[in-house]
Structure formats: structure tokens, C-alpha cells
């Protein structure tokens, strides 16, 4: 089993920046992909991020390309997102989830994943 904790949300104004982490414990994440989704009120769950085992390859949603960026420290068994030119529609609750499959491609749909956090709240005021 792999247990995951989201932190680092908050209130911040548009245009400032947040950087969330996904820590895992139970067993190391290193040989998975990890993927950032985010919900906001009344909307589905939405990809944001991916990233592949070694963090050599990464995948993201087209509205947050340029604006946020996943990374990983393998050796801390974490995963962070950082998030830059915020804007009030990234305002929802960010998850980061687990996928348990050695290899393969980098996916956005949410039922490819295994484990999910409780996720972070993210609230960006205009």
C-alpha cells in the first residue's frame, strides 16, 4: 500500500505562486508515474501534471504548460508541483496520485491511477 500526502496550498492573489508536495510513505514511489489531477466546485476531476518514474519525461495539461512544473526527489519519496502565474481559475483541490504499473506512457486519465492523497486546497483571489 502506498499512502500519499498533499501540502503546500493555499490562499494566494493571481499571479503569485505555490509549490505543492506529494509525499509517499508505506513503500517507495521511484519505479512509478505520478500524476497532479485538480477539482474544482461542481467540476470533475481534471488532469493537471504527470511524470514518469526517472523524471525524464513529464506531461501536462495545455492551460498550466509554460505556468507549472512537476518534479520528483526519488531519494525523499516526493513529488511537487510547482505552480507559477496563478490565475483565479486554478482555484480547486489539487490531488496527486500514484500509478503502481512499472513503465508504459504517461497518462491523464484518473482511472489509470492506483492511490490518490485527500488533496490540498488551492484558492487564488483576483
Known amino acids: 500500500q502506498v499512502q500519499l500526502v498533499e501540502s503546500g496550498g493555499g490562499l494566494v492573489q493571481a499571479g503569485g505562486s505555490l509549490r505543492l508536495s506529494c509525499a509517499a510513505s508505506?513503500?517507495?514511489?521511484?519505479?512509478?508515474?505520478v500524476g497532479w489531477f485538480r477539482q474544482a466546485p461542481g467540476k470533475e476531476r481534471e488532469f493537471v501534471a504527470a511524470i514518469s518514474s526517472s523524471g525524464g519525461d513529464t506531461y501536462y495539461l495545455d492551460s498550466v504548460k509554460g505556468r507549472f512544473t512537476i518534479s520528483r526527489d526519488n531519494a525523499k519519496n516526493t513529488v511537487y508541483l510547482q505552480m507559477n502565474s496563478l490565475k483565479p481559475e486554478d482555484t480547486a483541490v489539487y490531488y496527486c496520485a500514484v500509478r503502481a504499473v512499472v513503465g508504459g506512457r504517461l497518462y491523464g486519465d484518473s482511472g489509470r491511477y492506483d492511490y490518490w492523497g485527500q488533496g490540498t486546497q488551492v484558492t487564488v483571489s483576483s
Open positions: 508505506g513503500r517507495s514511489i521511484s519505479r512509478y508515474a
